[in-house]
C-alpha cells in the first residue's frame, strides 16, 4: 500500500471536492493534486481564467486556486487518468436522498460511490487508497471494499473514511483551521499505513493533535451525527421561537441565556426560518434509515423530529406572511431578499426560500425575488423540481395540485437591483442573512411600498427600532 503521497486524484469537483483540494494543494506543494469530474462545463469553470466564474461561490477561494491551479492544482475531466496517475483517490461526489425505489425520500443514493468504487477497480494498476470524503451510511467502506476485491485484477486497495466537516461560504477558514480533522481506517497493518499516509497529508498545516483516528464505522458514523447534532440544536431553538412568539419572550435573547451556560454554548443558536443546505435534511434522514433498518424505530423517530419541526417551522413563516397580509396573499407583490440556504455561498439546495415561495405560490402571490449571488434559473430550477420531488411527509403544499411550469415562469421575477425587487410591493420577506440587507436605504424602501409595509424577517438580521419607527409592520422569528 503507498506510504508517500505525491499524487492525489479526487473525484468530484463540487462544493466539496473543489475547495478542500484547492487548499490541500496549496498547502502541499510537493503534491499533485487533480480534481475530475463528469461534468464538463464545471471542470471548464474551474479552469476559467475569470476566477469571479469559478462553480462554487466562497470567499477566499479564487485567490486559493490561484496560488494552485497549474502548479500542482488540475482540473479535468480524464476522470480514468487521474486515477491511474494517483497513489491516493478521493470519493467527493453527491450522495443525495433517493427519489425512487427502495429507501425512496431517507436512505442515500450510492450510485455515484458505487460507480466511482467500479472505474478505481478498472482502471487501477498498482495498489491505491481509496479516502471516502463523501457523507455516507456507516459500512458503506465495506461495500466498497467488496467492490473494489471482486473487480480489481488482484490489487490492494485501502479504504479510508475521512468526513468532511466544512460549512459553505466559511470552506477556506474552516479548511485552514479545522476544529478537527477525522481519519477512520481498517486497524490491520495495512490499515494503518493508509491512515498515517493521509495524516503525513494534512500535517503539513493542520495540527496534529487535532487530527484524530478511528476504526472506519466510528469516522462515518461520526459524520452523520456531528450533522444530526448541530441540525437539532437549530430545529431546538426554533421550536421555542414559535413558543416566544406566543408569550412575549424574545428567543434571541433566550439563546443569549441559555448560550452563556458552557455546557451548551453559544454557536448554532441562532434562530431562523429554518436550516436549508444539502446536507443536514439529507443525513438526518439516512440516519433514520439506518435506525430503521436496524430495527431501532425509537431512534428513529426522535432524530426525525429535528425534520419535522424543521418543515413546521418554514411552513410557520409562509403561513405567518398569508395570516398577516389579511388571508391572502393571491395577486400581491412580495419581495424576497435572499434565495441562497446562507449569506456567503450560491448554493440554494434545500433553501427554505424554495419551500417559503411554493406555499405563497400556491395562494398566487406574485414573487419578486433579489440574491445577490444566485441566478434566475437556478431560481426556476429550484421551484420545478419540487413540485417533482416533494417529500410526502412534509408540511408544506404535499396535498395541493404541483404549480406548472408556466406558473412559476410568469409568478416569480428575478430583479438583480434589491430595490426594484422591493419598490411598490405589499410586503418583503428576507430569507438569507446576506449582510447588505442590514444596510439599505429603509426609510427610501418604506416610501416606495404599498401600506401597511410589512417585513417578515427570516434571520433577525434587521434593526426593529429603526423599521418599527419608520414605520414598517415588522415581524421577527420568535418575538412577539
Ligand atoms: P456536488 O453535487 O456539489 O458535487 C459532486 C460532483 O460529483 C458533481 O459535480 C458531479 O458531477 C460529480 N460526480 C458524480 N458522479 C461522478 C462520477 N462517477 N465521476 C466523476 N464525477 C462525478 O456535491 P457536494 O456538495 O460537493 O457534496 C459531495 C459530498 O460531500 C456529499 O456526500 C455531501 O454530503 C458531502 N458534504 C458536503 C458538504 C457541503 O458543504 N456541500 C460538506 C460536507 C460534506
Ligand atoms: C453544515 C455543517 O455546519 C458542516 O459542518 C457540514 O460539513 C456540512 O453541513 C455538510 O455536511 O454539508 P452548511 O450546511 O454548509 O454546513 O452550513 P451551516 O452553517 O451549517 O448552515 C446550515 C443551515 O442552518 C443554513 O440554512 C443556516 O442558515 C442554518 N442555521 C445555522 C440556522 O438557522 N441557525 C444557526 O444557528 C446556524
Known amino acids: ?85 494517483a497513489q491516493m483517490i478521493f470519493m467527493a461526489v453527491n450522495t443525495p436522498t433517493k427519489t425512487f425505489g427502495v429507501g425512496k425520500g431517507m436512505a442515500a443514493d450510492l450510485k455515484f460511490v458505487e460507480l466511482c468504487a467500479r472505474q478505481i477497480a478498472k482502471v487501477a494498476t498498482e495498489d491505491k487508497i481509496v479516502v471516502e470524503k463523501s457523507t455516507l451510511p456507516v459500512r458503506t467502506a465495506e461495500s466498497i471494499k467488496t467492490i473494489l476485491e471482486s473487480e480489481g485484477n488482484g490489487l490492494t486497495f485501502r479504504v479510508l473514511s475521512n468526513p468532511e466537516f466544512l460549512a459553505e461560504g466559511t470552506a477556506i477558514e474552516d479548511l485552514y483551521k479545522s476544529d478537527r480533522v477525522l481519519i477512520g481506517g481498517d486497524e490491520d497493518a495495512d490499515g494503518q499505513t493508509a491512515i498515517q499516509a493521509l495524516v503525513d497529508v494534512y500535517a503539513n498545516w493542520i495540527p496534529r493533535e487535532k487530527i484524530i483516528t478511528t476504526r472506519l464505522w466510528s469516522s462515518e458514523l461520526s459524520k452523520l451525527t456531528a450533522n444530526a447534532f448541530l441540525a437539532q440544536r437549530i430545529s431546538s431553538i426554533n421550536a421555542i421561537s414559535a413558543l416566544c412568539e406566543q408569550t412575549g419572550a424574545d428567543v434571541d435573547e433566550v439563546a443569549r441565556a441559555i448560550g452563556m451556560d458552557s455546557r451548551i454554548g453559544a454557536k448554532f443558536l441562532k434562530s431562523s ?53 389579511f388571508n391572502t396573499v393571491s395577486g400581491k407583490k412580495i419581495a424576497f431578499l435572499g434565495w441562497a440556504f446562507k449569506k456567503d455561498t450560491n448554493d440554494t439546495r434545500e433553501s427554505a426560500a424554495i419551500y417559503v415561495a411554493d406555499e405563497l405560490l400556491h395562494d398566487r402571490a406574485e414573487i419578486h425575488v433579489y440574491d445577490p449571488q444566485v441566478k434566475a434559473e437556478q431560481i426556476y430550477a429550484d421551484l420545478e423540481y419540487l413540485q417533482k420531488h416533494r417529500r410526502t411527509n412534509s408540511h408544506s403544499c404535499s396535498e395541493q395540485e404541483p404549480i406548472t411550469v408556466d406558473e412559476i415562469r410568469s409568478l416569480v ?67 412577539g
Open 1 to 85: 500500500i503507498p506510504s508517500k503521497i505525491t499524487k492525489i486524484a479526487c473525484i468530484g469537483a463540487g462544493y466539496v471536492g473543489g475547495p478542500t483540494m484547492a487548499v490541500i494543494a496549496q498547502q502541499c506543494p510537493h503534491i499533485q493534486v487533480t480534481v475530475v469530474d463528469i461534468n464538463e462545463k464545471r471542470i471548464a469553470d474551474w479552469n476559467a481564467d475569470d476566477l469571479s466564474q469559478l462553480p462554487v461561490y466562497e470567499p477566499g477561494l479564487p485567490e486559493v486556486v490561484a496560488a494552485a491551479r497549474g502548479r500542482n492544482l488540475f482540473f479535468s475531466t480524464d476522470v480514468e487518468g487521474a486515477i491511474r496517475d
Open 273 to 325: 426560518v429554518g436550516f436549508g443546505g444539502s446536507c443536514f435534511q439529507k443525513d438526518i434522514l439516512n440516519l433514520v434509515y439506518l435506525c430503521h433498518h436496524f430495527n431501532l424505530p425509537q431512534v428513529a423517530d426522535y432524530w426525525e423530529q429535528v425534520v419535522m419541526l424543521n418543515d413546521y417551522q418554514k411552513h410557520r413563516f409562509a403561513k405567518r406572511i398569508i395570516d398577516s397580509l
Open 413 to 479: 421575477h428575478v430583479h438583480n437591483d434589491a430595490y426594484t425587487a422591493m419598490d411598490n410591493a405589499h410586503a418583503i420577506a428576507l430569507l438569507t442573512e446576506w449582510d447588505e440587507f442590514k444596510h439599505y436605504d429603509w426609510a427610501a424602501v418604506y416610501q416606495a411600498m404599498k401600506k401597511p409595509a410589512f417585513v417578515f424577517d427570516g434571520r433577525n438580521i434587521l434593526d426593529r427600532k429603526q423599521l418599527t419607527e419608520l414605520g414598517f409592520n415588522l415581524h421577527s422569528i420568535g418575538k
